[in-house]
């Protein structure tokens, strides 16, 4: 008995497991046209009144600027690119791509500052305080701005059918590293505030470039941190995640007696997983009674079951 076009065409299982996030993208381009913006002020301000923690904060944003706008184009790929056959298991990870290049510009932008900032320490100049404070608080109400614009998807919470929640392996990662870029900048924002008066109420002129090295180290401490987060769904390094102990609790709870002889687990999207199992039975069992065990956990969206048999005596 043959198996038609047709009926192969019925039984195609869909990649399509990112469901994007709409409202993330359109807030994230609204970001960069409002961080773009500061930028040139910040940067022109503090060139031009001499202030270390401006400039600073002001090419820190530069950088932010180019990589709120990848977040943007990983949205915008993804999206565009749902339905291309050549993603196995969908195209997410073009987002966490974006969020681990991000990373790695934060990681370049605290090496700029710490650099400029040192520069600055060891030779200072005059600076304009009241023209500078002026700059610094306006580029810090942008920021805030643009968290608060970031900040509801960032914080968006996904709940599930059963008693279990893993909220934090569930973050919009791309969108965090946009969240992460604006929440930096605000903090320098501070720190630069914090110097400039320091520096014109207390005549300490040192204060500036040292909080640009401060700046720098805050944002290397959050740089590190968001290439780990991305770097695990990269490298398929999640076999630590809560699903992994629900399956051997599915197994190990199955009226159906077996073993789990081989296991693997990656996400495919922000809240959902694949798993590839082998499983080690004597009964007569069928991968689709397993299938449907492991079901009751929603975020296990691609099921491959294999079953090996062993003999009985």
């Not at 791509?97 to 510009?105: K, V």
């Not at 990662?173 to 400039?196: E, F, K, M, P, Q």
């Amino acid at each position: 008995m043959s198996i038609t076009d047709k009926s192969l065409d019925n039984c195609r299982y869909s990649h399509l497991f990112n469901e994007g996030n709409p409202l993330a993208e359109r807030n994230t381009k609204w970001a960069v046209f409002l961080t773009a913006l500061m930028m040139i002020g910040e940067i022109f301000g503090g060139w031009f009144y001499n202030s270390m923690a401006l400039l600073a904060d002001g090419w820190h944003m530069s950088s932010h600027v180019l990589a709120l706008g990848l977040s943007v184009f990983a949205y915008r790929a993804a999206r565009k690119l749902t339905h291309d056959k050549r993603f196995a298991f969908g195209t997410w990870k073009i987002e966490i791509m974006g969020g681990y290049t991000s990373a790695i510009f934060l990681i370049g932008v605290a090496a700029l500052m710490l650099y400029q900032s040192t520069l600055r320490l060891i030779s200072p100049m005059p600076i304009h305080y009241d023209q500078a404070i002026a700059i610094a608080a306006a580029g810090l109400v942008v920021n805030l701005l643009c968290a608060w614009l970031l900040k509801d998807g960032h914080h968006h919470e996904h709940s599930h059918g059963h008693e279990h929640s893993h909220d934090h392996h569930h973050q919009d990662l791309n969108l965090r590293s946009a969240y992460l870029h604006v929440v930096a900048d605000a903090a320098t924002s501070i720190l630069a505030i914090i110097a400039l008066f320091g520096g014109k109420f207390g005549d300490a002129n040192w204060l500036d470039p040292t909080m640009g090295i401060v700046g720098a180290f805050l944002v290397l401490i959050w740089a590190y941190r968001l290439l780990l987060d991305t770097g695990r769904v990269l490298l398929d390094a999640e076999m630590d995640a809560p699903v992994v102990a629900e399956i051997f609790e599915v197994i190990n709870d199955s009226p159906i007696q077996a073993k789990i002889t081989d296991l693997h687990v990656w996400r495919v999207s922000k809240n959902k997983y694949a798993c590839i199992l082998s499983l080690l039975t004597s009964e007569n069992a069928t991968p689709d009674d397993f299938k449907k065990q492991l079901s009751i956990h929603e975020e296990l969206v691609h099921i491959t079951v294999e079953i090996n048999h062993c003999a009985t005596h």
